[in-house]
């Protein structure tokens, strides 16, 4: 009786270890497909929407990044929202991703 306990317990631990490494792995992956940012430039396009607007942004070499500035980002980060407009220099700060066709995405959580 003694070895069934100490066998079934052997193979409960041997699950939960492998269980929290695959928890583990998944998170560091996700965490490094959305790199933390700073763009900053001229912005040339904006898009309102319900609770902010999308900014694309020009730096001094060309590349564009498309800027999504919201009240309720901003506040979950300890920043303030500011309403910027076309032609104003602009720096943001947050994660980021590319999309399919190489556009740089950025939810911006912090501003300058």
Known sequence: MKKIILLGGLVFGAF???????????????ADDKMIISASGTITHIENGKD????????????????????????????????????????VKGPSWNDDQGRIYITAEKLN
Request: a positive charge; aromatic letters at 8%.
């Open 52 to 91: 902010g607007y999308m900014a694309t942004i020009r730096d001094a070499g060309g590349k564009e990044y498309t800027a999504t500035i919201s009240m309720i980002n901003l506040q979950k980060s300890g920043s303030i929202y500011k309403r910027y407009q076309v032609g104003d220099a602009i720096t």
């Open 16 to 30: 939960s270890m492998t269980n929290c490494t695959a928890n583990k792995t998944a998170q560091a992956n996700s």
